[in-house]
């Protein structure tokens, strides 16, 4: 019987290990969309002047789970003239990129663990470390527009239909502007892979200006200092590219009747709810990641934290791991608070026409990305001497 | 054939699925009627020879290979968009992209 | 003797990628051909990924998957083709010499393929890279090599995108006449 080797452990411990992390951090992004949705409802009714949901459960916090034991009963059926497959699949279809996307993000430092019989592992919060971490997650993102298109074929309905062309023409648009604006980021760090750039980012702000080199304490090492054309053409560009507005032209309430899911309801329209809270939770991510330090925390370095909780429960594993914890939380609190502007600009902006739309992303940001790019090689090629 | 030959996988493998590749997008052009399932086995066909370059490329270490790859993908997609077009405008004229209805040279 | 990963990967996403292309050849809805021509350019990406050609990889699933084949997609929904009636070509002499032809060819390849196994064998393999060392190496090729073939990639592209806008603008189409 031949052996078969995979990559995922040195021995079985490590690989139990491993495929335990990867079902959490699938969790981990399911588990979010409940919060988010409470967050969108309470917060979007405080903008409006009016209370949300505040009847089940303390502050209405138990609100998506009625909503969801609801969408569990409701009656499932299909349109009779559409294409079986592709009604089924699409929604299926719509959780994949966001799921595969946030397990190559790393989500805390990389810490060591180990015992007196088990070798020292190391354990880094992170589905799978891929070399080529930025141009993976471009390319899956391009896959997800496929839900979509299967979504409006699959509903043998004109208005899903247009919807789901409107929408993929938009999602198509508007990658190329985010592929180029992270140009930029690749060429100032040098590197795909996020591990790297988030490592990158530790310490103070540091540059070489006309030969010498610069320290700036007062400034943490974030990429937003570096790029800040680019960090607000990856903003709006990932707007579009989840289909939130000012950009959600194909789900357009009162235009389209709800675009490529009229069709859905219940259980499979929550999956393409999830599918969105997914896109945006990544796209937050990739903007900490990439702009505002990762999980790194300004002014400390990771062994300092380490030892600063040694003092208070002894050296070894537990110290480790409240290390990463908190460099975890440091990462969630930059994340929960790019979402919360995602939400909070949902409910403030008007949505823009589909020939505004097209416009602003072939005429405006594809130009601006293209210049960030020049003018980042340019000032790099100065810089170097 | 040995079972020894099946594990190692190694250039000829590769060769000999690029080869399958190319065979099948070669009957998709001969026996489709429909203009765009023949365009999508002509991209079929560019795959199976990007499969061979890269093969080569890891196989001789040699950077080259992945460099033609380019070339070819950028090729492709542009012939994709033209035919696109083409097809579209066909349609837009005819009603119809079945090549059965465009067999005989207008004489 | 042992099945590594990488034969592993190799079998499942030949495999796949076989299967899906039987797919567009048989397929009668034009649509379902398309979705299974998308599946065929995923699978390719993993074995160029397996191959350690992480960039192509990248490239593959941005442009080819995820553009062109969008691209396609999008046009064949525009045209609401019905299930093809005709979708083969008729004729049972000239279909069975296509076959024979094909077959052939095919025979061909593979015998050649499988006699230069010998003098294939024993090629020196690539080192194992990730993808920033293997990307900086192919841009290098790219930007020193071949530099006169990568401005004219650009210079076609520019016509290309010219010539597509020229022909969506001819007069005409399917409610002209109304």
Known sequence: MPQIQLGLGVDSTETIINVIKMFALFLLMVQLVPLLVWVERRGSAFIQNRYGPNRVGPLGLLQLLADAVKFLFKEEFRPKKGVAFMYYFAPVMALLPGALSFASIPLSVPIVLKGENWGPYNFVLQGYDLGIGIVFILGISSLGVYSLLMAGWGSSNKYSLMGALRASAQAISYELALSLSLVGILMVYGTFSFTEIVAQQQGPLTFNFMGTQQVWNWLPNWGIFFQPLGALLFFAATFAEANRLPFDLPEAEGELVAGFHTEYAGFKLLMFYIGEYGHMLVASCLLATFYFGGYNIPGVTPAEVTAFFAGFVGEGNLSQILTAVTYHVSLLLRVLLFLWIFIHVRWTLPRFRYDQLMDLGWKTMLPWALFNACATAVILWLFQK | MPMSNLVDVGLSHYLALSAALFAIGMLGVLMRRNVIVMMMSIELMLNAVNLTFVAFSRFRDNMDGQAMVFFVMTVAAAEAAVGLALAVTIFKRFREVNIRYFEHLKG | ?178
Not at chain 3, 59 to 76: D, E, N, R, S, T
Not at chain 3, 86 to 114: C, H
């Open chain 3, 1 to 178: 003797m042992t099945l590594t990963a990488q034969d592993l990967l190799f079998y499942i996403l030949g495999g796949l990628s076989l299967a899906s292309a039987l797919g567009v050849l048989l397929m009668t809805n034009p649509i379902y051909s398309a979705l299974c021509l998308a599946l065929t350019m995923v699978s390719l990406a993993g074995l160029y990924a397996s191959m350690q050609a992480w960039f192509v990889a990248g490239v593959q699933l941005i442009v080819y998957a995820g553009a062109v084949m969008v691209l396609f997609v999008m046009v064949l929904m525009l045209f609401d083709l019905k299930s093809e009636v005709k979708a083969f070509s008729r004729g049972a002499v000239a279909g069975f010499m296509k076959l024979v032809a094909v077959g052939l060819m095919t025979g061909a390849f593979l015998a050649a393929i499988y006699n230069s196994a010998d003098t294939l064998l024993g090629t020196s393999l690539a080192a194992n890279v990730d993808g920033t060392a293997s990307t900086k190496a192919l841009a290098q090729m790219l930007f020193g090599k071949y530099v006169f073939a990568f401005e004219a990639m650009g210079v076609l592209l520019l016509i290309i995108a010219i010539g597509a806008v020229a022909l969506s603008r001819i007069e005409g189409g399917t409610h002209a006449d109304e």
